[in-house]
């Protein structure tokens, strides 16, 4: 039996956007992975989560969004999930944690990394081990507009070979929308609900205004595990 491939794309969701929809169905449809499973944040290991909605909410909140991807494709499968594995880890979790104990748990699985063109840039940074972490699973890169693609930086950066496989997982034909968290956030907050152009699904734009979500949130810069 052939092994699945699991994406997992971690982030904090806070909330979760038509944009992170439209890039685990890209990968679903053009076939980089079996599965997307989301990995919400519950201890990033560098970012402050203070003014992040609760962890809970924010699963509540990718659940509406999968369902109603569900309901456009009439999938019935496992093909969009959510990890919480991050809220079982006891300290800090690293990506390279979360991916061993993933594999751990799941043998007859194999798991890729969804990360932005941002993440990839400082990728070389990440603890414990980058180059374990690189050498151990596959990337899944998608491109940003505002983050350009720095070739001959990755070079310093990575041994060629890794390089080389760090660049054979960018999807360069990835969806582009002009749609951010933050973005969500501060238009939130500044109309007292989640405005009807908001790019969100419109479960998950019910769900904040019933919620009272970010209504008075402070400054956040919260995206990720690394």
Not at 26 to 47: R, T, Y
Not at 142 to 149: I, K, Q
Not at 150 to 157: A, F, I, Q, V, Y
Request: aromatic residues 10%; proline residues 6%; negative net charge.
């Amino acid at each position: 039996m052939r092994r699945k491939t699991v994406a997992v794309y971690g982030g904090a969701f806070n909330p979760v956007h038509s944009g992170h929809m439209a890039l685990a169905v890209h990968i679903l449809k053009e076939g980089f992975a079996d599965q997307v499973a989301f990995l919400p944040s519950f201890n990033p290991p560098h970012k402050a989560i203070g003014s992040m909605a609760p962890f809970e909410k924010r699963c509540e909140m990718l659940e509406l969004a999968i369902y109603e991807e569900y309901e456009k494709y009439a999938w019935h499968g496992d093909e969009l999930q959510i990890c919480k594995l991050e809220s079982e880890m006891e300290g800090i979790t690293y990506t390279l944690k979360v991916l061993d104990e993933l594999s751990h748990r799941w043998l007859d699985k194999d798991f890729k990394m969804v990360i932005g063109a941002d993440e990839l840039a400082q990728l070389h940074t990440w603890r414990p081990d980058p180059v374990r972490l690189v050498r151990s699973y596959d990337f899944l890169c998608f491109p940003r507009e505002d983050v350009p693609l720095d070739l001959t930086e990755m070079n310093k950066d990575w041994p060629g070979w890794l390089c080389k496989k760090l660049l054979q997982g960018i999807i360069f034909d990835a969806p582009m929308l002009d749609v951010s968290s933050s973005a969500v956030r501060a238009s939130t907050k500044l109309l007292g609900h989640c405005p009807m152009n908001a790019k969100v699904p419109e479960p998950v734009r019910n769900y904040i205004d019933y919620n009272r979500l970010y209504m008075e949130e402070e400054d956040d810069t919260s995206t990720g595990t690394h």
